[in-house]
């Protein structure tokens, strides 16, 4: 039972446009959410969080938006670099619950020169 | 600051054989989680141990064990291997105040 979702596998953006990676959860109790690049060869690296209560994250040129009550998050990258271009992970966890991370499928991010 | 280290790297095994994967933290992270990564269901949470003991576990069966040492170097085993199991195993540490570090990964094909 997938209860972190990304339901596109990939996406291509044009270099200095924005992407917009997105992320849906069925489980209400979920309050902490992340998201994860990966680099082929390489494990994940940490990218963005946010916690329920809040529904915005910035840092630099990545933002996270969460909509609790449509249990859906989403990544905007702007402006977009061919450097993005790697493999993003969404995934949410409980406050309290150790390190027990439910990760969503992935979302190939190509970004186009 | 070392990252986290996995070893081996890639590993071949045949069905009903059992492996033992290593994973080395991040010096001074005491938890250590272990996930599958497999292309159509992405991260799975296997377990994860703190201070030696298992914290969290997931959804997987008794095949799949680990264990964690006073130093926090992680173990995962899986014994009786299946083709399904098949997959990119990573390990990610932390501490109690920041994210987790991943690993590079294993990658273990079973024939």
């Known amino acids: 039972d997938q209860q972190v979702k990304q339901n596109s596998p990939s996406l291509s953006v044009q270099e200095g446009r924005i992407s917009i990676l997105n992320c849906d959860y069925t489980?209400?109790?979920?309050?902490?959410f992340l998201w994860y690049k990966k680099y082929p060869a390489e494990g994940p690296t940490f990218l963005i969080s946010i916690s329920s209560i809040k529904d915005k994250n910035e840092d630099g040129r990545f933002t996270v938006f969460l909509n609790k009550s449509a249990k859906h998050l989403s990544l905007h990258i702007v402006p977009s670099q061919p450097g993005d271009s790697a493999v993003y992970f969404c995934a949410a966890s409980r406050f309290g619950t150790g390190n027990q991370f439910y990760f969503g499928t992935g979302t190939s991010l190509t970004v186009i020169p | 600051k070392a990252g986290v280290t996995q070893t081996p790297r890639y590993l071949i095994k045949t069905r009903g054989q059992q492996v033992t994967l290593s994973c080395s933290p991040i010096?001074?992270?005491?938890?250590v989680s272990w996930y599958q990564q497999t292309p159509g269901q992405g991260l799975q949470f296997l377990f994860e141990y703190f201070s030696e003991t298992q914290r969290n576990k997931g959804n997987f069966p008794g095949r799949f064990s680990g264990r964690q040492f006073s130093n926090s170097r992680s173990e995962m085993n899986v014994s009786t291997l299946e083709l399904g199991d098949s997959a990119l195993y990573l390990c990610?540490?932390?501490?109690?105040?920041?994210?987790?570090?991943f690993g590079p990964g294993t990658r273990l094909t079973v024939l």
């Open positions: 489980n209400s109790m979920f309050d902490y």
């Open positions: 010096s001074g992270h005491r938890s």
């Open positions: 990610a540490s932390s501490s109690l105040t920041s994210e987790q570090f």
